[in-house]
């Protein structure tokens, strides 16, 4: 099991440019879930999932998109890019019971200029 | 919402000296307390969680107290050791909102001097 995947690893955004983090996962993981890494600092929730068709807004989602139409894929949009979102992302699953186990994907470092 | 705050930000500790780091959280519905460990460029990794059922857990070196009333859970490592050294996070999970999220504190970056 290659556990949760992230695409690109590293990728550097020109200012209004638009892209999508792609994120998938082979546990049959019913939750997922977008956080965002400032430098020095926590990991802020942007958006989650509980199953196919299902997403909401989590702590900080101004100025992203996601959309969940199967089970293994969560992919993360960047609309019109500014610096403030020059941070590392970091894509998450866990089974569908609280409590269980969030894992995470290596991580896409994005920088806007 | 909830509401998690971690301290101290940084600690520096001996080699064989005991670390403490603690975390309050708001929400008095959570009830699953998580610690990850993050090393530098790394993602973060589960070391040890408590539930809200339980006051104590430990791990070897590694424990975990919860104190439900005064809304705080701290992490102990003892004997520490220099491949402790990383960014510690404490979460908070809201059980009853059923979407298993967690809400992060801010991290606490351990420094473990040989």
């Known amino acids: 099991n290659a556990g949760v995947t992230q695409t690109p690893k590293f990728r550097i955004l020109k200012i209004g440019q638009s892209m999508t983090l792609q994120c998938t996962q082979d546990m049959n993981h019913n939750y997922m879930y977008w956080y965002r890494q400032d430098p020095g600092m926590g990991l802020k929730l942007i958006y989650y999932?509980?199953?196919?068709?299902?997403?909401d807004k989590g702590e900080v989602p101004n100025g992203y998109n996601v959309s969940r139409s199967t089970t293994e894929d969560f992919p993360l949009r960047l609309e019109l890019a500014a610096p403030s979102q020059t941070s590392v992302y970091f894509c998450?699953?866990?089974?569908?019971?609280?409590?269980?186990?969030?894992?995470f994907g290596e991580g896409s470092w994005l920088t806007v200029v | 919402g909830e509401n998690v705050e971690q301290h101290p930000s940084t600690l520096s500790v001996q080699e064989g000296d005991s670390a403490v780091i603690k975390c309050t959280y708001s929400?008095?519905?959570?009830?699953?307390f998580p610690w990850y460990k993050q090393e530098l460029g790394k993602r973060p990794q589960l070391i040890i969680d408590?539930?809200?059922?339980?006051g104590e857990k430990k791990d070897q070196r590694i424990a975990v107290t919860l104190n439900k009333t005064a809304k705080h859970f701290s992490l102990h490592i003892t004997e520490t050791q220099p491949e402790d050294s990383a960014v510690y996070f404490c979460a908070a999970s809201h059980g009853s909102s059923n979407t298993g999220k967690l809400i992060f504190g801010q991290g606490t970056t351990l420094q473990v001097k040989p």
């Open positions: 999932s509980v199953g196919a068709g299902i997403t």
């Open positions: 408590i539930r809200s059922n339980v």
């Open positions: 929400d008095s519905a959570s009830n699953y």
């Open positions: 998450a699953s866990s089974l569908a019971t609280p409590g269980n186990t969030i894992y």
